[in-house]
């Protein structure tokens, strides 16, 4: 007879058992859309913002690569239910940064997220698992599980636009290079037929990229969150949609044009892949994302000029944290305690959300990531010291 669990053991397997079988769930939704790329779409999009100032940036040297443990192929997602349970089962630490939100008796909780990680990242600290436990919701820039979002996220990477096909059709070289990359780096196929966007496959190929250092999009923060909010009955919240989602990225949608990617753009992305500075840049915001290093983080946007072209910063970080701050106070009205995670991108910088919020009225108090325990001596319980437990 099966010896009963212990009361905070049967919530934590629960949980396993959803996240053990989600690379495997999820096979569909990378097949046909890697919507977890948006997330490093940042990345991908500060190519071509690098390119278009290129020819009056100095040289830089070539980056110091972190090893990777299989030079051509990434490791797959872990599968065996088994090696879930053994991560649950050991100590976390709070990785990220988690502030809290308070305006009068108004309080709700911001997590800075990633949407690539490693394994162990999937399970919270002990502060984040308090402020999660005690959440009626969960809000994410999207949904990555909800079937209508991925079906309009798949339409927009389905094919170029007619001005796009043109410079393909113009430059063949380019697409028989970015197919030759493809094969060398293991990209399924299927999802690059099936993703014949330009600008899609360019976000598939840095991201398979960044994936050989053992950062992959199954264990995005995002996507964990909202697996484990399914499974245990917790609504999730997207603060935006789809489509202002891609036209952010520059893959258009309900009337905007897709951005067109120049020549020089695809040329350029496709060198920092091969020198390997895109996956540089992004190994370095995985670190400061695990350390919660914000100055860090702000100086590595300003060093790499990743979002260069003042558009693009406007159109990824900007007006998206203008929207985010408009809609957030009424989801927090609706939903006390309400658990919010957007890309830790969105809170540094010029016009970030933290300040936009505080403009509405909110107080802002660290408690998580480096200087929070300084900055708020008494925001430690004697609970934090403990193994996380699943929400």
């Known amino acids: 007879m099966r010896k009963p669990l212990p009361p905070d053991l049967e919530p934590r397997l629960q949980r396993i058992s959803t996240l053990s079988h989600l690379p495997q769930r999820l096979a569909r939704a990378k097949r046909h859309l890697p919507q977890l790329l948006l997330g490093l779409a940042l990345l991908a999009g500060g190519h071509a913002a690098q390119a278009r100032t290129a020819a009056a940036s100095a040289p830089t040297p ?27 089962r050991k100590p976390q630490p709070d990785r990220g940064v988690l502030w809290e939100l308070r305006r009068g008796q108004e309080v709700a909780y911001l997590w800075g997220s990633i949407h ?12 984040t698992t308090q402020a999660l436990r005690s959440a009626p919701a969960i809000a994410l820039e999207l949904d990555p599980v909800d079937p ?38 293991c990209v399924d196929m299927t999802a690059w037929q099936t993703h014949a966007a330009t600008l899609a496959r360019l976000i598939t190929l840095s991201m398979q990229d960044v994936a050989r250092s053992g950062y992959l999009a199954a264990y995005g923060i995002d996507l964990n969150l909202a697996a484990m909010a399914h499974a245990v009955g917790k609504p999730v919240k997207a603060i935006e949609t789809a ?17 067109l990617a120049t020549p020089d753009d695809i040329r350029k992305a496709l060198d920092d892949i091969d020198s390997g500075k895109g996956r540089q840049v992004a190994l370095d915001l995985a670190r400061y994302w695990e350390t919660g290093d914000l100055p860090a983080l702000e100086q590595l946007l300003r060093d790499c000029q990743c979002l260069g ?10 007006d998206r944290n203008q929207r985010m701050a408009e809609r957030l106070p009424a989801l927090i009205a609706a939903n006390p305690q309400l658990f919010i995670a957007v890309g830790l991108l969105h809170m540094v910088g010029d016009n970030n959300l933290l300040g936009l919020l505080q403009k509405q ?31």
């Open 62 to 88: 070539a980056p110091k690569l972190a090893p990777t443990s299989n030079p051509a192929c990434p490791a797959p997602p872990v599968t065996d239910p088994a090696v879930y349970e053994a991560q649950a």
């Open 116 to 127: 690539v990680g490693q394994l162990s990242w999937i399970f919270p600290g002990p502060r």
């Open 148 to 185: 209508a979002t991925l079906q309009a996220l798949t339409q927009a990477m389905r094919e170029d636009s007619d001005r796009q096909k043109l410079v393909m059709r113009q430059h063949p070289e380019l697409l028989s290079r970015m197919g030759q990359m493809a094969t060398a780096s």
């Open 243 to 259: 489509q202002e989602q891609l036209a952010a990225i520059g893959l258009g949608g309900n009337g905007v044009p897709a951005q």
């Open 309 to 318: 072209d003042m558009g693009m910063k406007t159109a990824l970080l900007d």
């Open 361 to 391: 009225g909110f107080t802002v108090r660290q408690l998580t990531g480096k200087g929070a325990d300084a900055a708020n001596p008494s925001s430690r319980t004697a609970s934090d010291d403990k193994p996380a437990t699943a929400p």
